[in-house]
Structures are given as C-alpha cells and as structure tokens.
C-alpha cells in the first residue's frame, strides 16, 4: 500500500471532507419547439437546480445524516460528494484536495477511498456476477493482492458466513437482507475512508433493517470511517449519525448535532419534517403540524425563502424578497446553523438591508454574498 | 357490531414443491367504524390476507379452508358476479403502488366515474361532479382531474387512489402498505387525510404494513402476523406497551424510535420458516430466546391476558425478566438461529 500515490497532505489540519457552495444543475430537454422559442425569446435553457450551493465539512470518523422530502437534492448531494456526478459550480476538497481537478493516480486514489452503497441491493448487483466476482473486481481494478482473502474477510465483516459458501452465489440466490449486506462488503473490501450510504435500509424488510443498521454502526466503529447517510427517515439518522443536515429544494436550512436538532429544532421545516415521523408508541401523542403542498419546483425557484409558501412562519417581505443565508444565530447554540429570518444573525448580517427598494428587481442570490 | 368475520382462514398457493400455506388458520375480527392493523415481517402471509378477502388472490393461490364472513355472508362461498357487487361498494382497496394500479392511458376522472358507472346509475355529469367532490375531499385539486396518472407526482397519485376507495362510501377499506413508497411529510399527509375522511363517513379499515409506527398511530386493534399464522391480537395501546409474544417483543426493539436517543436496536437473528413444508410447533421456535422442546412438540395455546390473545407456550415468562433483557442483544443471541449463524 505504501507505494500507492495517496491523497492529501501528512499532518494537515484539513477536514476529511470540505464543501463550498457546491452546486449541480441539470440542463432540462424539453424538445425543439421549447428551445426555439426559448431562443427567440432569448432566453437560455432551463435547469433544474438539484442542488443549489451548499456547504459543510466532514471531520474524519464522523456521519452525517442528509434529510429531506423527496426531490430535495439530497441524493444528487451524495452522488457529487462520490464524484459521481461533477459539481456545476462551487468545491469540494477530499483530504484537502479539490475532487473536481483530479486526475490519473490521484483520481484512482480517491476511487479507492470513497465509496457509495445504494438504495436498492435489486438494483446494484450485476445479476450475472456471482458474488465472489462483484467484490474481486475492484481489487482487481486497483492491483490489490491477497484477493481471496480480502474478499474473505469483507463477507465475514458483513455477516454472511462462511463466506465461501457465498462465493459462487448469484444475487437471484440471495435474499433482500444478504444482498444489502453483499453491497457493503463491496464498499468495504477496498478499505475505504469515506462511505456515501443513499437510503441504505429504506428496501428491506423490518425484521432485517436492525441487522444490516448494526453491521453499519460497526463499520463506522471498527473501521473509523466517515459517512454520509441519506434518507427521508430521520428516526433512522437520529440513531446513526453525529451530525444531521436538513434540506429543502437543494439547499440546506439547518445544520447542527443531531440530537439537538430533532429534540429542538428551529428551522420550520425542520419542526415539520420531526413532527411527521410517526412514533411507535400510541401513548406519546405528537404535535402535528399540517405541512401542505409538495417540495416547489427546482426549475423555476421561488425568490426569497425557498419554504415561503408551505411556512407557518412565514413574516412577510424579507421571506418573500431575500434569501436566508445558512448561519449562526444569537440565540442557538453556536455549533448550529440554521437559514431562516426568524432568528438573529450572529454575525450582524440585516436581512432586511437587502430587500430591494423598487418592485423591478428580485434579489436571488444576496445569501451568497454575505457569507 | 362486527362487520368483518375470519374465522379460521387457510390460504394455499400452489408450486411444484408442493402447496405453500401461506395463510393458516388465522381468526380475527373487524367492528363497524374501528381500524385493525396487520403487521408482519415480508412474507408472513398479511398481503395474501387481504387478497383473500378482496378475492383477488393470484391464479395459483384458493382459499383452503374457513370462512370470511362480511355482515354474516360468506365471501369465499359467492359467485364472481355476487363478489362484484359488493366489491368498491361496500369493501374496497388502496393498493401499495398508486402507480402500478392506475390505468395510464384513462385520465383520473375516467377511471373513477367507472367505478361509479358500474354500481350506481347517474348520469355523466352526476359521476364527474362526485369526481370532482372527492378530489376536493383528498386535497387535490379538481382541474387535476383531467389529467393522466404520469402527470402526478406519488403521493398525488396515492391521494387520487383514495379518492377512488373513497367513491362509494365502502363500509370497510383495505390499505396495504398504503404509504410505504412516501416520505415522511407525504405519509404523514395521507394517513391524516384518511383518518379525517373515516371519521366522515365512518367506514372501518384494514391497514397493512410493517411499519410499527404507522400502525401505533392509527389503529384501534393489532394483529402481529409469523410465517401464516397470528402471533398476537389485542388493543394497540396494550400491544404496543406490554405485548406478550416475544417475536412483538422483539418487533418493538428493532425500531429506531425519533423519540429514544442512545437507543440499542436489536435484531431478531434467523429467517421464518419455508411454508411448504412447516415445522411442528411453534412457528418462530427458531428465533425465540425462550424456546424449549415443548416449542418444537406442539402448537402454542392460546393465552389472554390484558385483553391480548397470544399464541404462545412461555408467556408466563414474559414479565419475569425477558422483558426487561429484550433490548439487549445477548438475549438474541440465546437463539438457535442465532447460534447457527454466527457459528
């Protein structure tokens, strides 16, 4: 391993992960006549803005929960932080370097130290590759030897023992719960240092959920990964994650350690979206706050707040004109952000200096500038 | 009074190794105006339950045995075309997946005027009023209505599904895993809306789902399905708070609550059973931390306790310290299943 080109600085005090306004838009084809006319207009194409400047840092070891409603851009977040997909704009610094310029040895060393595990085992395995053959290939890829062994030691870590009995089984042979687990000794069997887990249980079965999330909580114990959980389910990242990032239409509104942001959360989205999880326990009754409507459209985002329109909240001009910026407040704790106008900049920022004066002009993006 | 009577129902499906007994023997019943949830790993039987009720089980499944009774008539015993009359009339559905169920080339109001066309005589413009009345009723909006199914997003769709369950003011809706495919603020939306719709024309519903959470919230009455057979039945309240089958134990400590920090998940180890060819005994045997021979050797009797009926040889044992040790892992660990895996 030692002659391997690795990545990043020795004795940097870098975060593992480091992303800054990080975006990725998707150009949206709607055929010839559309474009005509959006030429003659003058107009440029439509995009949908998955995900629309969001930042945050990874500490080496740490989880991150991504929640949000369906369309939120929390998969397309995961999927460029793999490098999956090249952000639009913004950076994102792996080990100190900006994923977005590699190339060669460094691209293939990143490769190898990030990994994603996905929604649907049915889905990820190749059904024509027993599954000796899907967790060698990587070790292929990279030249790693002992193949055997590793691939050995990564079904034993997943809890499908004896793993050679696995070796010659196909996906069709497995079950919903070994699949999953097959798709984490995949991620694993590279030694990775950072994970990117897209709703990791949400296609299994109840009985096999507590299973594949315990084989996750030890990954994260025993081989000091960072990982970044997405899913729409928070009672599931309040249980796996240090950290918790809430978002809305491809931005996030609230950032912050994860139990203090399901116990008190600030953000009225972020009250909504705990208030919906229903609880096993007929006894508690939970506040329900009627959160109307659907996530708004990504082509043509509303100005101001993005929430405006499904907020109980909701004051007037400044959430109409201006854009919260994601920021300390002065009267929440200091390790948390949150982007709404209710609360107090800690910085001084004034939201209310940047409503615009005339009715002409819509201030889209005065967050940024404020940063 | 009881609307819904099962009285020892077997459903049988028939493979080449043989007929799976993927419902056996399973009794409960359902009340004017209450809501009864069915919960149970994948491939306890619950769907088949509820095909079998709403007679639409798949070619190679019968009902083998016992009575569904609906305001003391025998299902299983009518004509198709006697099932069809009272099929959306008085019991109807909203199936899992909006998007499979749906007709993609008949816009919504087409597809639920039919349902009304074909129980009731009104005119055009009486059935697309209703239409529209409904919509109204589920929170969408009725110039929707024109619209085909590829025009809705999920949880519309699901919205526009129980707008067609909703139709003829059925007497019972069956709801399999209604909300399943949402997220959280969708799910939470569509069991308010349905709940509130109930309660307005105050028919009774079967909710089946493995989500425990749903069930606590808008069940009156449980029923904890294993490999075919009724594990447990009684009060949500009661199961939820002191249930004495150790696989609803179990179930209720494989789920991560919102409202528990520092929470320890336990997983049951093992499988259920193959219902080709089932074991003696106490299906869940295997898994159990408290099995002993007997488990093996004989059916588990029928024990009432705090109102709850469990199917069980060791619920005496329940409140002498197994609860207590349920959300430790080591407790699971005691399991032959468990055993076999590890080693």
Redesign the interface.
Known sequence: MSDRVSLGKEGSDEPLLRVEEMEKFFQVDTGLVNSITNKIRGDGPDFVHAVDGVSFELAEGETLGLAGESGCGKTTTGMTLAKLYEPTGGTVHYKGEDITQLEGAKLKAFRRSAQMIFQDPFESLNPKRTVYDTLVEPLQIHDIGNQTARVARSLEFAGLTPPEKFFDRYPHELSGGQRQRVAIARALVLDPDFIVADEPVSMLDVSLRAGVLQLLERMNDEYGLSVVYISHDLSLLRHMCDKLAIMYLGRIVEYGPTDRIIEDPKHPYTKALVNAVPVPDPKLGRERVELQGEVGDAINIPSGCRFKDRCEDYIGEVCDTVSPPLEVKTEIDSDRQVGCHLYESADGYDPYTDIPTSDSSVTEDSASADD | MTLLEVNDLRVHYETSEGPVQAVDGVTFSIDEGENLGIVG??GCGKTTLADAILGILEDNGHVAGGEILFRGEDLTEMSGAERRRIMWEEISMIPQSAMNALDPVYTMRDQIAEAIFAHRTTSNKEASARVDELFELVGLDPERADDYPHQF????RQRAMIAMALALEPAIILADEPTTA????????I??RISALQDEINSSMMIIT?????V??TCDRVVVMYAGKIAEEGP??TI??KPYHPYSVG?????????K?N?D?????G?PPELVNPPTGCRFADRCPLATDVCYNEDPPEVTTNGLRTFCHHTDQIDSGFREGSDKRETWERTKAARE??R
């Open positions: 790993e994948s997003s999920g949880g519309m949402l997220d959280v603020i969708m799910q939470d939306q069991l308010k493995h989500d425990v959470s749903v606590a919230e949500a309240e939820f708070d179930l209720k400590g494989a789920f991560p609550n919102i409202r920090p929470q998940l336990v997983s049951i180890p499988h895996v590890t």
